[in-house]
């Protein structure tokens, strides 16, 4: 009941925000102040984002070009546009210490697939509308034959990144953490260092679409305990009230003119972007 309430207070803040047309913040002396957020994007002329990187088909680097690209580089790219500024990428190796940037105000966005968990443990931080969902998965080796459910995680090793969502669905069913992206993980599974690893499913299908003789399977698909926790969004401090009202707006246009939808069957397939809800009309 704890979770239900929890989780039904994160989606109502990140709602309301979206809906609020409050442009003031209380400052740390308890007086107000105007909220500038917006207007120093505006005349930086930058949307400073942070993500990690080498989660394909999200954000990485095409081996051709070496640009950075995938489905959330290009929704911040569009959002950005449509606010007549250009981007300014930070991005990390690793998960761990993406949202530490963002609470030092290093940038001014995260998106990278941030869920109701990510936002509970970032008080400080509030959550832009959903605009994809993230269907989970648990990897194994092809030859294990110990791991075939969620429940047989307690006391297993899983690669993942250690302050991560999906590591903390491994912990949740019992399993230790070692700290590692989707590209380590599925390495150190093969070679029977770790014994799974939890991850998107379409991250998960893209990798196996371009490395098919990888030894590894879906032991399980996870199970959401509410469809809100599926959802996908951007993280922002929670002072920047009129920058989140204006990419909440912006969002919405995308999802609304169906940019969404379509950047989904470009990095997802068209059977992927056919199930996702938020995309049904």
């Given at each position: 009941?704890?979770?239900t309430?929890?989780v039904?207070?994160?989606?109502?803040?990140?709602l309301s925000?979206a809906?609020c047309?409050?442009k003031?913040?209380?400052n740390?002396?308890?007086?107000?102040d105007t909220?500038?957020?917006?207007q120093?994007?505006?005349?930086?002329?930058?949307?400073?984002?942070?993500?990690?990187?080498?989660?394909?088909?999200?954000?990485?680097?095409?081996?051709?070009?070496?640009?950075?690209?995938g489905?959330?580089?290009?929704?911040?790219?569009?959002?950005?546009?449509?606010m007549?500024?250009?981007?300014e990428?930070?991005?990390?190796?690793?998960?761990d210490?993406?949202?530490?940037?963002?609470?030092?105000?290093?940038?001014d966005?995260?998106?990278?697939?941030?869920t109701l968990?990510?936002?509970?443990?970032?008080?400080d931080?509030?959550?832009?509308?959903?605009?994809?969902e993230?269907?989970?998965?648990?990897?194994?080796a092809?030859?294990?034959?110990?791991?075939?459910?969620w429940?047989?995680?307690?006391?297993?090793?899983?690669?993942?990144?250690?302050t991560g969502?999906?590591?903390?669905?491994?912990?949740?069913?019992?399993?230790?953490?070692?700290?590692?992206s989707?590209?380590?993980?599925?390495e150190?599974i093969?070679?029977?260092?770790?014994?799974c690893?939890?991850?998107?499913q379409?991250?998960?299908?893209?990798?196996?679409?371009e490395?098919?003789?990888?030894?590894?399977?879906?032991?399980?698909?996870y199970?959401?305990?509410?469809?809100e926790?599926a959802?996908s969004?951007?993280?922002?401090?929670?002072s920047?009230?009129?920058?989140?009202?204006?990419?909440?707006?912006?969002?919405?246009?995308?999802?609304?003119?169906?940019?969404?939808?379509?950047?989904?069957?470009?990095?997802?397939?068209?059977d992927?972007?056919?199930?996702?809800?938020?995309?049904?009309?």
């Amino acid at each position: 009941m704890k979770r239900t309430v929890a989780v039904l207070l994160a989606v109502i803040s990140a709602l309301s925000l979206a809906a609020c047309g409050s442009k003031t913040q209380v400052n740390n002396t308890g007086s107000w102040d105007t909220d500038n957020s917006l207007q120093t994007v505006l005349e930086r002329g930058t949307l400073r984002a942070g993500a990690e990187g080498n989660w394909n088909p999200f954000v990485y680097n095409d081996l051709a070009t070496g640009n950075l690209v995938g489905y959330e580089v290009e929704i911040v790219e569009e959002i950005a546009k449509r606010m007549g500024v250009k981007v300014e990428w930070s991005i990390a190796n690793q998960w761990d210490g993406v949202i530490a940037g963002l609470q030092a105000n290093r940038y001014d966005v995260v998106f990278c697939g941030c869920t109701l968990a990510n936002l509970e443990a970032a008080p400080d931080c509030v959550g832009t509308i959903p605009y994809r969902e993230d269907p989970i998965v648990l990897v194994t080796a092809e030859d294990n034959n110990e791991i075939k459910s969620w429940e047989d995680l307690k006391g297993k090793l899983s690669a993942n990144a250690l302050t991560g969502d999906y590591g903390a669905i491994a912990k949740q069913y019992g399993a230790e953490l070692t700290n590692a992206s989707l590209e380590q993980a599925m390495e150190l599974i093969v070679q029977h260092r770790v014994d799974c690893s939890v991850n998107s499913q379409i991250a998960i299908n893209t990798y196996m679409a371009e490395k098919p003789d990888t030894p590894v399977k879906v032991a399980a698909k996870y199970e959401y305990p509410t469809p809100e926790e599926a959802y996908s969004y951007g993280m922002i401090l929670k002072s920047k009230v009129t920058l989140t009202e204006k990419i909440n707006e912006i969002l919405q246009e995308m999802l609304d003119d169906g940019y969404c939808r379509d950047l989904a069957v470009k990095y997802f397939g068209q059977d992927v972007a056919d199930n996702i809800s938020l995309y049904q009309k």
